[in-house]
């Protein structure tokens, strides 16, 4: 395609868009119009003319080299003027052929020979329409230019409304990164509230009966663990910073993308489960959201 597709290849694109390019050239016409929507996979459609399924090859191949996901719909429509002005040749010959015959069989079999010049005209190969050849190679450019012109401003498109989406990822991340933060310092004042309260308990049971230290510390210890987030944390923060520096870095990375809000939402989920802190399980809660939210997002992410 041209240079402008060239140096747009690492913008975020989304696979939404429409494009639409119209070329005239002497007495030939073609429309070209193109949709897309999101898709696993690459799935072109093409709509044309049968004149035009030569070409459908390679027209498929040009969609390549700037489409790499979507369900693409290629609609084209393809007018010459100069069809409707065929010539109409005569055939003298071959109308005399079928005169000696009529007139042999007039003879044959007694009969009149009654022919008009309608009933000659109808007989095979007298009147032939003289068909035009037409230039495979100049179809071919304006089919290309059309396409070109179609696929640019799709790409256009695309890109615009992935450089929106960009934008909202990454301050969605941002709020998760703020979540992420909120949990890390949250986790050790769950302890020590944990202590406090299996302190205090101890010493409403014991009343002044002197108190294991020993076993307080190893209940901790077996809370602390059981709650422990730290992986998850790390982890889930470590997601979070590939997926901002995708869509900084730019180019086809959507399925990148999803791969990691996956991963995303699953330590999340793990988090949640751990959680015996009500305002950790509300940040958690607000972390599913987010990452629901972003991986909406991202299956509209060439």
């Known amino acids: 395609m041209g240079d402008g597709a060239v140096k747009e290849t690492l913008m975020i694109k989304s696979m939404t868009g429409f494009g ?24 072109v459609t093409v709509k044309m003319p049968k004149k035009l399924n030569m070409f459908e090859a ?18 084209i429509t393809y007018e010459d003027t100069s069809e409707g002005m065929a010539l109409i040749q005569y055939n003298k010959e071959t109308a005399a052929e079928y005169m000696r015959y009529f007139a042999q069989m007039a003879s044959d079999f007694g009969l009149e020979n009654d022919v008009r010049v309608s009933t000659l005209a109808r007989c095979p190969e007298v009147l032939v329409m003289d ?10 450019k304006l089919l290309q230019r059309a396409l070109n012109g179609a696929v640019q401003n799709l790409v256009d498109a695309r890109i615009r409304e992935g450089e929106n989406l960009k934008a909202d990822l990454l301050q969605k991340l941002d709020e998760m990164l703020e979540s992420v ?3 890390e310092e949250r986790s050790p004042q769950i302890i020590a509230d944990y202590r406090e309260r299996l302190t205090d308990k101890v010493r409403e049971m014991l009343g002044e009966r002197t ?15 059981r709650i422990c ?19 900084i870095d730019g180019g086809s990375i959507g399925r990148k993308l999803d791969f990691l809000a996956q991963e995303m939402n699953r ?15 509300n940040c958690g809660i607000e972390l599913k959201t987010t990452i629901e939210k972003v991986r909406e997002q991202i299956q509209n992410i060439e």
């Open 20 to 43: 639409r390019c119209e070329i005239s050239e002497g007495t030939k016409k073609i429309s070209m119009e193109i949709k897309a929507v999101n898709h696993r996979y690459l799935d």
């Open 229 to 247: 987030v730290d992986e998850e944390l790390v982890r889930l923060r470590s997601h979070i910073e590939a997926v901002k520096k995708a869509l």
């Open 58 to 75: 390679a027209i498929r191949s040009e969609l390549k080299q700037d489409i790499q996901r979507g369900k693409v719909d290629l609609f």
């Open 131 to 140: 068909e035009q050849n037409e230039d495979e190679e100049e179809i071919w």
């Open 267 to 281: 330590e999340a989920n793990t988090i949640l489960s751990k959680s015996s802190d009500l305002s950790v399980s």
């Open 211 to 225: 108190m294991d230290e020993g076993r307080i510390i190893t209940e901790v210890t077996i809370y602390a663990d």
């Open 181 to 183: 933060a909120f949990i």
